[in-house]
């Protein structure tokens, strides 16, 4: 069991691990303390207890303003009416603030782009591209990277919420660690209640949509998402690792990034839920799903024994 391995988990990995005489006893006064997943999300993030306090905020937004090369931020969404308001701010609010943030709005009928236009208005930061017709996740995030200027590029999706440190925290990496291509921070799934929810018995995950890389080096050499809104972005990021070595990977290790969940999502349209409570979601791909993922196993195998092209090439701006 690794030290990583235990904060992401830690009640699953104490139940897991045999301690004589006391390892029971460990278990039930974790879990006893552990009321809804505050001990959990501690294990996970403990820079939350001072990082909450209203003087560190104050401090680091006087003294500690990072000053760093242009970010893109390439938000996809589709009615997100209720949430995407909350999302842009989470980005507006960031302690790293030379950004751009590239709104994508896929053909949205509700009032997503009235709310995205008024906060654009309010903030020269933010930009909103108008898909005509629905195109998907993929071919969304893929305007977005045609029209990113940014030394690096991240995303978010619409419904989904970033700490004020985390494009700060993950564009450090790269200046700790240069030679890496890839940085990536950790998740949690909340309720429209923002409560946070245990996902097939995890509750803090690696967030493979959070990846920020540099964007020149990766467009030149990996290209763009396949047009799809099913693991595009797991295919994305596969391919990069591939192209650059696995080596190439930072995770920092908070909790920077929180996912909606909805039922009615793109990923929860390829799985069955088989169990949903207040605080804990279990579910299963659906058979097309699995084939879906295992044919892209398959891709990616290819690539690494250079049978297959890792590049895919930029797709046609639309009228």
Do not use: D, I, Y
């Given at each position: 069991m690794t030290l990583r391995d235990f904060r992401r988990f830690p009640l699953k990995k104490l139940r897991r691990w045999r301690v004589p005489v006391c390892g029971n006893l460990l278990v039930r006064a974790f879990a006893r303390l552990d009321q809804n997943g505050l001990l959990s999300d501690l294990c996970a993030d403990p820079q939350l207890l001072y990082e909450r306090w209203w003087p560190y905020r104050l401090l680091r937004r006087k003294f500690l303003q990072a000053h760093a090369p242009l970010v893109s931020v390439v938000v996809a969404t589709r009615n997100n009416e209720a949430t995407i308001e909350r999302s842009l701010r989470s980005l507006t609010k960031q302690t790293l603030s030379h950004l751009e943030i590239i709104v994508v709005d896929d053909a949205s009928t509700d009032n997503s782009v009235r709310i995205i236009r008024t906060l654009a208005l309010s903030d020269r930061r933010i930009r909103i591209i108008e898909n005509r017709r629905q195109m998907g996740t993929g071919a969304s995030r893929n305007?977005?990277?045609q029209a990113a200027t940014g030394d690096y590029v991240t995303f978010q999706d619409g419904d989904d919420f970033s700490a004020p440190s985390r494009l700060e925290m993950q564009h450090d990496a790269f200046?700790?660690?240069?030679?890496?291509?890839?940085?990536?921070?950790?998740y949690v799934r909340v309720n429209d209640?923002?409560?946070?929810?245990?996902i097939n018995d995890r509750r803090v995950m690696k967030c493979i949509i959070s990846m920020m890389f540099p964007r020149k080096e990766v467009l030149e050499k990996v290209g763009y998402f396949l047009e799809s809104s099913l693991s595009e972005d797991a295919d994305f990021y596969e391919r990069i690792k591939i192209a650059f070595g696995e080596g190439c990977e930072y995770i920092?290790?908070?909790t920077l990034y929180e996912a909606l969940f909805r039922e009615e999502s793109s990923f929860f349209s390829e799985v069955e839920i088989h169990e949903a409570t207040n605080n804990a979601i279990k579910f299963?791909?659906?058979?097309?799903?699995?084939?879906?993922?295992?044919?892209?196993?398959?891709?990616?195998a290819k690539m690494r024994?250079?049978?297959l092209e890792v590049y895919v090439s930029p797709p046609p701006i639309p009228n």
């Open positions: 305007r977005g990277l200046k700790k660690f240069p030679n890496k291509m890839l940085v990536l921070c950790n209640r923002g409560v946070r929810l245990v920092v290790f908070r299963t791909r659906k058979p097309q799903a699995k084939v879906s993922w295992q044919a892209m196993c398959a891709r990616h024994r250079g049978e």
